[in-house]
């Protein structure tokens, strides 16, 4: 089976940044460890896709253990596509226009 590309939306990529920089203002450690979770995260989804629960949208879901963050991404045909890194407390589905 062949290994899917990932891509991440500018908006997913931006929540990422402004989570990184709220972390950091507060404890560099805690940005890293963020940006650490981030991308085991992101190993995870590539390695196996369908190992995350369906959500709406259509698409998949995983929730950081360590975070207040869910990672939606889309599977396309040779594209793993994350269309948001969402805050536990924003405003639900408010991603969904990124969505094709």
Same mark, same amino acid.
């Given at each position: 089976m062949m290994r899917k590309s990932l891509r991440v939306h500018s908006q997913a990529q931006n929540e990422?940044?402004?989570?990184?920089d !709220?972390?950091?203002e507060r404890s560099p450690q805690s940005a890293e460890a963020f940006l650490d979770e981030i991308g085991d995260s992101l190993k995870r989804i590539v390695a196996g896709p369908h190992r995350f629960p369906i959500s709406t949208k259509n698409t998949r879901r995983l929730v950081l253990?360590?975070?207040p963050y869910t990672v939606f991404f889309q599977e396309k045909d040779a594209t793993i596509l994350v269309v948001a890194v969402?805050?536990?407390?924003?405003?639900? $589905?408010? !991603?969904? $226009?990124r969505v094709r």
């Amino acid at each position: 089976m062949m290994r899917k590309s990932l891509r991440v939306h500018s908006q997913a990529q931006n929540e990422i940044n402004k989570a990184f920089d !709220w972390y950091f203002e507060r404890s560099p450690q805690s940005a890293e460890a963020f940006l650490d979770e981030i991308g085991d995260s992101l190993k995870r989804i590539v390695a196996g896709p369908h190992r995350f629960p369906i959500s709406t949208k259509n698409t998949r879901r995983l929730v950081l253990a360590k975070f207040p963050y869910t990672v939606f991404f889309q599977e396309k045909d040779a594209t793993i596509l994350v269309v948001a890194v969402a805050h536990a407390k924003r405003r639900p $589905g408010y !991603w969904g $226009g990124r969505v094709r």
